[in-house]
C-alpha cells in the first residue's frame, strides 16, 4: 500500500498564501499518479491538481488555475501545493491522493488517500 500524509493547512486571510505539503511512504514505485483534491462542507470532493509519476506537467482544475502551483521534490515522494491568493471558496479540507491507473482528474481513480488538512480562508 502507499501512505499519505499531508501538513501545512491554516487560517489565512482573503489574498493570502499558504504551502501544503505530502509525503508519500511504502510502494510509491506503484502509483501512476500523485495530487491534491478538496472537499468543502456539504459538497462533493473535488479535482484540484495532479501530475503523473513519469509526468513533468501538472494538471490543475480551472477554478486554481494561475493562483495553484504543484511541485515536488526529485524524489517524487514529496508533493507541495502553493496556493497564492486565497479566496473565501478555497476553503475545504485537502487530500493528497495517489492512483494506480489513469486518467489523472478522475477522483474515482484514486485508492490512496491522505488524511486532509484543514484550510480557512477568511475575509
Known amino acids: 500500500q502507499v501512505q499519505l500524509e499531508e501538513s501545512g493547512g491554516a487560517l489565512v486571510q482573503t489574498g493570502g498564501s499558504l504551502r501544503l505539503s505530502c509525503v508519500a511512504s511504502?510502494?510509491?514505485?506503484?502509483?501512476?499518479?500523485m495530487g491534491w483534491f478538496r472537499q468543502a462542507p456539504g459538497k462533493e470532493r473535488e479535482f484540484v491538481t495532479a501530475i503523473r509519476w513519469t509526468g513533468d506537467t501538472a494538471v490543475y482544475s480551472e477554478t486554481v488555475e494561475g493562483r495553484f502551483t504543484l511541485s515536488r521534490d526529485s524524489s517524487k515522494t514529496r508533493l507541495y501545493l502553493e496556493m497564492n491568493n486565497l479566496k473565501p471558496e478555497d476553503t475545504a479540507v485537502y487530500y493528497c491522493a495517489a492512483s494506480r491507473v489513469g486518467p489523472v482528474t478522475s477522483l474515482v481513480r484514486y485508492e490512496y488517500w491522505g488524511q486532509g488538512t484543514q484550510v480557512t480562508v477568511s475575509s
Open positions: 511504502g510502494r510509491a514505485w506503484s502509483v501512476y499518479a
